[in-house]
């Protein structure tokens, strides 16, 4: 059965982002995440945006997951109140994907614009650190199954 996700929100969207606010959910098109506070999962959001790290990512693009692209428009910067605590992480080298997918794809934005994954997603992303992701089965109004 798919799965909806709600990762980790370890930051937002920094002064450097440029969105269309006037539809919702708001169109990113630069992307500074700033990062206030990691815990260590591999797939982090900040609305209505998702980042992998580069282990997530080999392995998505190792599976040929669907529904995902890489959008390389994007700068991880880290909160300066948090920036000691963090210095030796590798936060600052996620990397932000688009899912512009449909309900048929490994990966798609629910109606909730929560994140969908299939049976095939989940298994590639069960394989790595989700501790903080709130993690669910879906259901019809997710494009899940019945």
Do not use: K
């Amino acid at each position: 059965m798919p799965f909806v996700l709600e990762p980790e929100v370890a930051g937002g969207l920094g002064e450097g982002t440029v969105l269309d606010a006037s539809v919702h959910p708001p169109i990113v098109s630069e992307l500074e995440y700033e990062v206030a506070g990691w815990l260590g999962d591999d797939l982090i959001a900040g609305f209505p945006v998702y980042l992998v790290s580069p282990r997530l990512l080999a392995a998505m693009e190792t599976a040929r997951l669907t529904g995902f692209a890489v959008n390389p428009n994007c700068r991880v910067t880290v909160n300066e109140q948090v920036h000691a605590e963090l210095n030796s992480s590798d936060v600052s080298t996620f990397t932000w994907i688009d899912i512009p997918g449909a309900t048929s794809d490994d990966l798609h934005v629910t109606a909730d614009l929560l994140l969908g994954v299939s049976d095939r997603a989940w298994e590639v992303f069960s394989q790595f650190t989700l501790r903080f992701c709130g993690i669910r089965e879906a259901d019809v109004d997710d494009g899940g199954g019945a």
